[in-house]
């Protein structure tokens, strides 16, 4: 269960995982009725970098694989009538009882799922395997979600054409907390939401542009009063912007 209570970023400096400690890799699998939608952004920048590293194995598989019928039929119309297609049960139950194992956290994409945040992508980063079921159509078939999944994830209060675009912002999500992932291992901590704050204003070269400075403390090597700076600055823009979390 995750405890939404608990910063993420103790999650993920103690690495806490189905068995209480960090998987040396993670194994995710992918099951999806568009793969293409899901290869192209997780093979770029740091999602690539982490699979040639080994520190995850991703695979990314079409549910029509698992249809038995010569047309790989993978959706019907709702009992009971209503707009649109569902799901079918078949091919997600074979899929699933295929890839999973005893470690395997089956997950399921959908806009009726709890609300995806840092400190649910920090206990997730600390899974050895994820199965992600792609949800699409009008959502898939009850009793997948009645005796299959293990977690429904939303990541958001709004409507996407596909569950393979939500699994993509899922995987890069838990992925670059996960060790090694990131150049540097305070990035993850530091980012918006880890601390339950927005991450402080950054800046870069030149020191001034366009009339425009950057803050003197920035500039001052005084690590004491740089750190006091970015947390107050932190506290101020998650008033201004989300003032929903400091309550």
């Known amino acids: 269960m995750i405890d939404r209570n608990r910063p993420a970023f103790e999650y993920f400096t103690h690495g806490l995982g189905s068995s209480g400690e960090p998987p040396l890799a993670m194994k995710i699998d992918i099951v999806t009725l568009f793969p293409e939608i899901c290869r192209a952004p997780l093979n770029e920048s740091i999602m690539k970098r982490a699979q040639k590293k080994e520190t995850v194995d991703l695979y990314i598989h079409n549910l029509r694989d698992w249809t038995t019928d010569k047309h790989h039929v993978a959706d019907d119309a709702p009992f009971g009538g209503g707009q649109g297609m569902v799901m079918k049960p078949e091919p997600i139950f074979a899929a699933v009882e295929e890839l999973r194992n005893q470690t395997s956290k089956v997950v399921l994409m959908s ?38 999944v293990d977690l429904e994830i939303s990541i958001g209060d709004y409507v996407l054409t596909n569950g393979a675009i939500a699994a993509v912002v899922l995987v890069d999500a838990v992925v670059r907390l996960m060790p090694g992932v990131l150049g540097h291992e305070q990035s993850a901590v530091d980012d918006s939401f880890s601390r339950g704050l927005l991450e402080a204003p950054q800046y870069t070269r030149p020191a001034e542009f366009r009339s425009w400075k950057v803050p003197d403390v920035l500039l001052s090597g005084n690590h004491a009063e740089i750190a006091a700076w970015r947390n107050e600055q932190a506290r101020k823009r998650t008033k201004q912007n989300r003032p929903d979390l400091l309550r």
């Open 111 to 148: 806009p009726a799922g709890r609300r995806f945040d840092q400190q649910m992508a920090a206990q997730l980063s600390g899974e050895s395997h994820l199965v992600i079921i792609c949800g699409h159509y009008e959502g898939v078939d009850h009793r997948v979600i009645e005796h299959l």
